[in-house]
């Protein structure tokens, strides 16, 4: 997970609060890829952003969520009025060439 | 993306080679195969990957059939710290990686 952190590892939200998770890969990416993995399942391509830009979002619910990655700092990905279903292990990951380098991950609970 | 079908689980002995296989029926010529692996609360790591020929690195090989059809992912001799799901993708170069269910892997000490 060497060049990718996500904060916090833990987050713990009741149904209708919002949950904020951050992304930092490492100087030098202008691009990073989020996946959300509900328990027992394989991990799903949410979006990918660059820098200012979203390039594809056809993973990503269309209400509730959103993502940026400004100019400066962190990614982030946001999600407003939280459902028990939201919770999830959420994945972000840089690409370089055939790689994508996972960070460790955000294991959200709503109560 | 292509689809993959992987054995749910598989079991193994410590110190001795495993073979997970996958197959890929409807892969398309741009198609690299992909193996990616996921230790119990981490993120998934990067395994091997190829096109058409075997590749071998420090952590495993990938045996490729003719057809492109079915690959094997081969780990030499296994350790406990193997045990992972093991997921077996089809990509184009650059793009989304798109995941299944994949093997779980136990390791028998």
């Known amino acids: 997970n060497a060049g990718v952190m996500q904060n916090p590892r833990h987050l713990v939200r009741r149904r209708g609060q919002e949950a904020r998770l951050r992304c930092s890969p490492m100087?030098?990416?202008?691009?990073v890829y989020w996946y959300r993995q509900l328990p027992e399942e394989g991990l799903k391509f949410m979006v990918y952003?660059?820098?200012?830009?979203?390039?594809?979002e056809s993973g990503m619910p269309k209400e509730r969520f959103s993502a940026e990655f400004p100019k400066e700092g962190p990614s982030i990905l946001r999600i407003q009025q939280v459902v028990r279903g939201d919770s999830a292990a959420y994945f972000c990951?840089?690409?370089?060439?055939?790689?994508?380098?996972f960070g460790p991950g955000t294991r959200l609970t709503v109560l | 993306d292509a689809k993959t079908t992987q054995p749910n689980s598989m079991e193994s002995n410590e110190e001795e080679p495993v073979h997970l296989p996958c197959n890929h029926s409807?892969?398309?010529?741009?198609?690299?195969i992909h193996w990616y692996r996921q230790l119990p609360s981490q993120g998934p790591e990067y395994v091997i990957h190829?096109?058409?020929s075997n590749v071998n690195n420090r952590m495993a090989s990938l045996a490729i059939a003719e057809d492109r059809k079915s690959s094997t992912l081969i780990l030499h001799r296994a350790t406990l710290r193997d045990a992972a799901v093991y997921y077996c993708?089809?990509?184009?170069?650059?793009?989304?990686?798109?995941f299944g269910t994949g093997t779980r892997l136990a390791v028998r000490p």
């Open positions: 990951a840089i690409a370089r060439d055939h790689e994508q380098f």
């Open positions: 100087k030098g990416h202008s691009h």
């Open positions: 952003l660059q820098k200012e830009n979203i390039i594809d």
């Open positions: 409807t892969i398309s010529g741009t198609d690299y």
């Open positions: 190829g096109l058409t």
């Open positions: 993708i089809l990509r184009e170069r650059g793009d989304k990686l798109t």
